[in-house]
């Protein structure tokens, strides 16, 4: 059991909380942002407000000190020593498999690949069940809103095998319209490939019936969770999707690592992707045969104090509880909205019902990149740009949106800091 567990938890707190009391108090987010040393710090002179958690969170001393303490204590490389360091190293790096197992609710730790990040997990399936699987004429179907890493390999796919791609719009919400979805499936369609949670409009994607309606179709279903992993529970046997993707960095983990999921039965007839040590069973220069998943797709040494850190950082949140952190955020989430709906000339992108606490939005004047240095100089850190979601700024007829993405450390006060630096904003213009 973690430590962080072990402790008086916020979760524990909340129950005893009084109704409409203070969120923030019942929730303790003073105690969660002590384990965040960089929250500390000040930009030009006003402390830091960092809500660009969609495009990578901060990190608790418990991860910085469990990769720290891997480093001094029993680093080695693992899997092939029968010294005693390596042997640590191999358990604490095979420990965090179990974690991240566990916290996926997978049945197996062996259907956990530890890759990159997402993009390496989704360039893996495109490569190794892709290449084997999809040929001419076959299709996947995306939708509009989906990031540049759940659309590139795709295409890079069609390049090489002439299967054919179909995007699936969006209602004025920003929710995949589900009657053209419909529409799109066929018996050509052998992959679903779509965001669990959008990176730009927070839209939480009705995954369940989607997976429902593709396996009807006969389609197998990638979900790409890079940003529901941090803030909502995730449970492999509810959701029923074929593959599951995320990266540690948006977890409160290290970066350079990141997780595929699938059953182990499909894991197990997909072909390597990357050849090396690790991966193999036996090489000769005839013939080379290979482990079984994960370690098929694992070649050369992993990221072992990254998988380290993870393991780390899925302890911490589910210490805190992600039914808490997606209570907080949702609570974050509807007074930001509502704070940012007051603004005059301000507009809102994505407002599905079921959404995560991502605010896209959009000044009438200003550039979003002008928007965001002039909140930077205000301490307030957002993202502004295209957020690698392109087709998405094409569908939705702008260059760029401002977004400020909310994390598990975020206060109402910071809210009020985002909107009264926006306010600012406009004076400029
Ligand atoms: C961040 C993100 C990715 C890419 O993740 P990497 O960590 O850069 O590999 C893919 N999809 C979504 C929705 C994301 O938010």
Same mark, same amino acid.
């Given at each position: 059991m973690s430590e962080v567990l072990n402790r008086e938890t916020p979760l524990a707190a909340a129950e005893h909380a009084v109704p409409g009391a203070n969120r923030d108090a019942a929730y303790d987010v003073a105690r969660i942002r002590a $384990?965040?040393? /960089?929250?500390?710090r000040e930009v030009y002179g006003k402390p830091l407000v960092y809500l660009d958690n969609g495009a990578s969170a901060q990190k608790p001393v418990q991860v910085l000190d469990a990769m720290d303490e891997a480093y001094r204590r029993y680093y080695a490389n693992v899997h092939r020593g029968i010294h005693r360091l390596s042997q640590e190293a191999t358990d604490a790096f095979e420990a965090a498999r179990d974690k991240v197992a566990r916290f996926v609710g997978?049945?197996? !730790? $062996?259907e956990i690949v530890f890759t990159r990040g997402a993009t390496e997990a989704i360039n893996l399936v495109a490569n190794s069940w892709g290449q084997r699987h999809i040929g001419e004429g076959d299709e996947i179907v995306l939708t509009v809103l989906e990031h540049h890493a759940n659309i590139v390999p795709w295409q890079m796919l069609r390049e090489r095998t002439g299967c054919v791609l179909k995007v699936v719009p969006l209602t004025p919400e920003g929710s995949p319209d589900l009657q053209v979805y419909e529409s799109l499936l =066929?018996?050509?369609?052998k992959l679903v490939a779509v965001a !669990? /949670?959008?990176?730009?409009? =927070?839209t939480v994607l009705p995954v369940r019936q989607m997976i429902d309606m593709a396996h009807a179709a006969g389609a197998k279903v990638l979900l790409d969770g890079c940003q529901a992993a941090p803030h909502m529970p995730i449970d492999m046997r509810a959701l029923g999707c074929d593959f599951y993707v995320f990266s540690s960095h948006k977890l409160y983990g290290p970066t350079g690592i990141g997780v595929l999921w699938a059953p182990f039965e499909t894991l197990n007839e997909m072909p390597p992707y990357q050849g090396g040590g +690790?991966? /193999? $069973?036996r090489v000769t220069f005839e013939e080379t045969t290979f482990k079984s998943p994960p370690h098929r797709f694992e070649a050369g040494t992993p990221a072992i104090v990254e998988a380290i850190g993870l393991g780390a950082a899925v302890d911490y949140v589910e210490g805190i509880g992600l039914d808490a952190i997606a209570a907080h955020e949702e609570s974050l989430l509807r007074y930001a909205t509502e704070r940012l709906s007051a603004i005059d000339g301000l507009t809102l992108y994505g407002t599905a019902k +079921?959404?995560?606490a991502i605010l896209s939005f959009n000044l009438e004047g200003p550039h979003a990149h002008d928007v965001g240095t002039i909140l930077d100089r205000s301490g307030v850190a957002v993202r502004c740009g295209h957020h690698c979601a392109q087709p998405l700024m094409d569908f939705l007829d702008v260059p760029a949106t401002s977004r400020a993405s909310f994390g598990l450390y975020n206060t109402h006060a910071e809210v009020d800091a985002l909107a009264a630096a926006i306010e600012k904003v406009k004076d400029f213009f």
């Open positions: $384990d965040f040393p /960089i929250l500390t997978a049945p197996n !730790h $062996d =066929g018996p050509r369609t !669990h /949670i959008s990176n730009v409009l =927070g +690790e991966m /193999i $069973d +079921e959404k995560a």
